[in-house]
């Protein structure tokens, strides 16, 4: 079967390691506290309930999608569309347009950055290559006004986090949240990772002071992918409730 996302994309590359995965997750949680749509993910109540299982849930639908079948991945797609769909319904409101094109523009964002900070800088085509398999993605959603090409996107990405980010008390209550499902040291450790890969807008609005404490450790982490000791410290520095699904994201 023809795959969504070619066997040798280097979005397979990005979305086939947990490490990357956990610092797009990373990020993703940052940005998501900010969005003035946050009270979307409110709605239903399941964000502060469980924020880490609704971000790694996320993740997971477009890790599903890089990996699958294209008619599967479209599948998915459309299952996520519906999802939607029914948040509305229920709400009796719309989900706005540029609410949707947020994620799928975080997730285009936290995928180069995660990778370039562990691996190394994406060429131009590359990056273009990223964009195109999301851009897909949100066209399936019926996503408007989306970028033509990862060069057009730039400005647009840049505008977004302008208008479409604040600090509220959504963000506040969501980060009491990240600290009382991780507990202090974990909380501690994502936040210090999220500066390593948040635009200066977000670690601005949300007070993270740069530089981060990981930077030194970085380098010395992806020595410990070389003897093979990174695992030892993912799972030191990471729920056990979740061990099971990082160790998934892994895919050799």
Known sequence: MKPFVANDSI????????DTILFIFAGASAEFALNKA??????????????LGRLFSTVSYARQIVFAPEEEALKAI???????????AARGATIPDWAYRDVLFLLIHY?????????????????????????QIGMRM??????????????????????????SH??????????????AFRYGVLKEGQKLVVPELVAKLLGLTKPSLL??????????RVIRLDSLIKKALLPAAYSKQIKALDRH
């Open 38 to 51: 946050v009270d979307w993910l409110y709605f239903t109540g399941r964000l502060p309930a469980d924020p």
């Open 11 to 18: 979005v397979r590359e990005i979305w086939g390691k947990s």
């Open 111 to 135: 995928s180069i950055a995660a990778f370039e900070l562990l691996e190394r800088k994406l060429t131009g085509e590359e990056k273009a290559e990223l964009y195109n398999v999301f851009l």
């Open 142 to 167: 019926g996503l408007k006004d989306l970028p033509a090409n990862y060069t057009a996107w730039l400005p647009v990405r840049a505008a977004h986090l302008q208008e479409d980010l604040i600090k």
């Open 170 to 183: 959504f963000t506040t209550d969501l980060y009491l949240q990240y600290r009382k499902h991780l507990g």
């Open 215 to 224: 930077t030194p450790i970085v380098p010395l982490y992806k020595f410990s």
């Open 78 to 88: 459309d299952k996520i569309t519906a999802i939607h769909k029914g948040v509305e």
